[in-house]
């Protein structure tokens, strides 16, 4: 079992930056991938950004430049979505995610409301 539980999240003005984080306990030493997805009202879960173990990034091309994914090398527990020039388009509710050999665990999510 893992569990996850995002932090960060509120409301932010257009062209601002917010932080978001990550925490993972449990099995974590099962996780091949983590990630971060993104919902907004009305539409489908997308991906926003991930990262592997071995460090490699992957972003969704609206996100490209602006966003960073990253993780804490110091306690390799704690994983980061660093957003910059946030775009209202952007307004959506924000989870963490990761991949074991077994299965895909969610966390519970965090809003972040950008206003125009």
């Known amino acids: 079992q893992v569990r996850l539980v995002e932090s960060g999240g509120g409301l932010v003005q257009a062209g601002g930056s917010r932080r978001l984080s990550c925490a993972a306990s449990?099995?974590?030493?099962?996780?091949?991938?983590m990630g971060w997805y993104r919902q907004a009202p009305g539409e489908q879960r997308d991906l926003v950004a991930t990262?592997?173990?071995?460090?490699?990034?992957?972003y969704a091309d609206s996100v490209k430049g602006r966003f960073t994914i990253s993780r804490d090398n110091a306690k390799n527990t704690v994983y980061y979505l660093q957003m910059n020039n946030l775009h209202p388009e952007a307004t959506a509710v924000y989870y963490c995610?990761?991949?074991?050999?077994?299965?895909?665990?969610w966390g519970q999510g965090t809003q972040v409301p950008v206003s125009p």
């Open positions: 995610q990761c991949t074991t050999l077994s299965r895909d665990y």
């Open positions: 449990g099995m974590i030493v099962g996780i091949n991938t």
């Open positions: 990262i592997t173990s071995g460090g490699s990034t992957n």
